[in-house]
């Protein structure tokens, strides 16, 4: 599959860029990819949710009523989770809601996810930019030369690139990612992908290993 590379302007430079079909060009995984998002969404938790059970308590041990002869059930101390105030049973503890995935489960997640974008015709190759300084309004032209400033859009960089992420951080519509940090879910959250020609020979060597 080939694709016409554009420059900041959003003008055709005449070069064209043909895609990997072992990475674009797949059948896409849906279980896989679920798999992939669940495990994403999951390492974004914090996991501290936390509730005191009833030895963490603080309160008199001291029997509130005898045994028997009350005509009433039974109780224990003011700590009972029976009581208004009393511990939980069996409440949410700090916790690490992350599971492992397989490499390979992952590098296949990620190329499904390319896969899908390359079918619906969502990827944009553009000419490498940088900013001189961070500039919000330039990066907002880029995207309205690029056509993409009405839909969310993800900008896979070669590499970190400071100026460029600091003029993108306050716009809604738009994320700045490195090509080697790259997932799927972040691949399937956007409407449009745009891809610079470095970051392409970056995916093809971490994907087509």
């Known amino acids: 599959m080939e694709i016409n590379v554009l420059n900041i302007k959003g003008e055709d430079t005449g070069r064209k860029v043909t895609l990997n079909d072992d990475i674009f060009g797949i059948e896409p995984n849906d ?8 495990q994403y969404l999951a390492n974004q938790r914090q996991g501290t949710s936390k509730s005191k059970e009833r030895s963490e308590h603080q309160g008199s ?8 002869g009350g005509g009433g ?7 009972s989770p029976l009581l208004n105030g009393g511990g939980r049973v069996f409440g949410p503890k700090p916790r690490d809601y992350g599971f492992k995935l397989n490499k390979k489960v992952k590098v296949l ?5 390319l896969a899908y974008k390359a079918q619906e015709n969502a990827i944009v190759v553009v000419e490498d930019f940088n900013f001189d300084a961070p500039k919000t309004k330039d990066f907002v032209n880029i995207t309205k030369n690029l056509k993409v400033d009405d839909k969310k859009s993800l900008f896979v960089l070669s590499g970190a ?3 460029v992420y600091l003029s993108a951080r306050n ?3 738009s994320k700045i990612t490195a090509a080697n940090l790259l997932n799927a879910y972040n691949v399937l959250d956007a409407d449009v992908l ?3 020609e470095d970051s392409l020979k970056t995916i093809d060597g971490i994907l087509s290993k």
């Open 31 to 38: 279980h896989v990819l679920y798999l992939d998002v669940k």
């Open 161 to 163: 690139n400071k100026n």
């Open 73 to 79: 059930a039974r109780r224990g101390d003011i700590n």
């Open 109 to 113: 997640a990620r190329k499904s996810a």
């Open 61 to 68: 041990t001291r029997k509130l009523i005898r045994q028997k």
């Open 171 to 173: 716009l809604q519509k």
């Open 194 to 196: 745009v891809v610079t």
